[in-house]
């Protein structure tokens, strides 16, 4: 290599530095014009301190949210802006503000003047979001993606077109997606789940339960330590229903489908319906008894297993 090739390399090197040192700043934007019609991405990181018990409010018009956890009383917001253009992702506005733990982020775009068509890459935004694990949280996003691990408190995420998955959430969970799967694992508390379309897959220690799906299957798995503090209401306009309850659960089991078969394990059933043919409707006990679980479905089939 000659030294001026040589002066080149160590004078790319410190750039490289230099922009890596930036990016560890706990506020920084840059930009990045993305490749093979990728569009651009804007970056950008923020900090919000805590003055008082988190109460947090997310908001986006289009992208992903990602929440995750720490044992800091403060916010990391890291922001990722992407649109055909840099200008175009520059547009997006992300507006933050706390008082006394009141936490709101906000993220809008506003068209620049004249008629603007999107060919390429729509602007969108995606957050991640990393707050203290216990904390009252409300996340909505219009189109795209919410995932949340590791958070505890009363938790209600929502989103008009994309999925939610869940690990490691823990107390007064509400779910609403209008077309989304949910998938969820690790859960503790009250939960209630609805998707206009999609699947609903779930695992948990249950308190109370709904979820409900407009179009698709549902699965759940409630683990030991599940119990019945209200009734349990389980349920899919088309697509088959599984319940896998644990060995001391106790209940009353209300089933029925409306085109499709009902199977049991572990159930002391009281009042099969279609003998001979079809279950279609079926009552019954598990353990001791107790609080009503119902389970519906209009097209699938229902499997409900105690385990022995």
């Not at 200008?87 to 004249?114: F, H």
């Not at 077109?161 to 690790?186: C, K, P, W, Y």
């Not at 229902?302 to 385990?307: G, K, L, N, S, Y």
Request: charged fraction near 25%; hydrophobic fraction near 35%.
């Amino acid at each position: 290599m000659t030294p001026k090739r040589l002066r080149r390399r160590m004078k790319s090197l410190a750039l490289f530095l230099l922009a890596s040192a930036a990016l560890a700043s706990a506020a920084c934007t840059i930009d990045v014009q993305g490749m093979h019609g990728q569009g651009a991405v804007v970056r950008e990181q923020r900090r919000i301190s805590l003055t008082g018990a988190p109460n947090v409010t997310i908001r986006t018009f289009n992208g992903s949210i990602q929440l995750r956890s720490w044992d800091r009383n403060e916010i990391l917001l890291d922001i990722e802006r992407r649109a055909e253009t840099a200008a175009d992702a520059r547009e997006i506005e992300v507006e933050t503000s706390e008082a006394g733990g009141n936490v709101l982020i906000e993220a809008k775009y506003r068209e620049r003047r004249g008629f603007v068509m999107h060919m390429g890459v729509s602007p969108g935004v995606r957050m991640t979001v990393t707050v203290p694990r216990t904390l009252n949280l409300e996340a909505r996003t219009s189109d795209g993606s919410i995932d949340a691990r590791d958070l505890s408190g009363r938790v209600e995420l929502g989103t008009g077109d994309g999925s939610v998955r869940l690990q490691q959430v823990g107390g007064d969970i509400s779910i609403r997606t209008g077309d989304g799967s949910v998938f969820a694992r690790e859960l503790d508390g009250m939960v209630e789940v609805t998707t206009g379309d999609g699947s609903v897959e779930m695992s948990g220690r249950f308190a109370g339960l709904r979820a409900h799906t407009g179009d698709g299957s549902v699965g759940i798995d409630a683990l030991a330590g599940s119990t019945m503090q209200r009734e349990w209401n389980v349920s899919s306009g088309d697509g088959g229903v599984t319940m896998r309850l644990p060995n001391d659960f106790n209940a009353e089991i209300d089933a029925r489908t409306g085109d499709g078969a009902i199977s049991t394990s572990g159930i002391a059933v009281t009042r099969p319906a279609g003998e001979g043919q079809r279950r279609r409707v079926v009552r019954g006990r598990v353990g001791t008894g107790g609080e009503v679980l119902t389970l519906r479905t209009g097209d699938g089939s229902i499997r409900i297993v105690a385990r022995q």
